[in-house]
């Protein structure tokens, strides 16, 4: 991920914890979002990472196999 911006991370760290732990999202991380993106570019990403994780699980549970998979690993 050293390759990727500020703002690439922190879309990055904002799509893997609403994918693992949605329910863990904060404020702080809505308020760390809303001071490297607009507000816009914040709903864009935020309905894109819904629509990606929505259409994940609808894959899932039709299912549709998925030799990408790659388990979650919570020590990262």
């Known amino acids: 991920m050293e390759d990727l911006t500020p703002r690439e991370r922190l879309a990055v760290r904002y799509a893997e914890l609403m994918h693992q732990r949605p329910a863990t999202c904060s404020q702080a991380d809505v ?12 709903m864009e990403m935020a309905f894109t990472v819904a629509q990606f994780i929505s259409m994940g699980q609808l894959v899932h549970a039709l299912g549709v196999p998925n030799p990408t998979i790659v388990p979650f690993n919570d020590e990262a």
């Open 31 to 42: 308020d760390a979002m809303l001071e490297a993106f607009t507000p816009e570019e914040f």
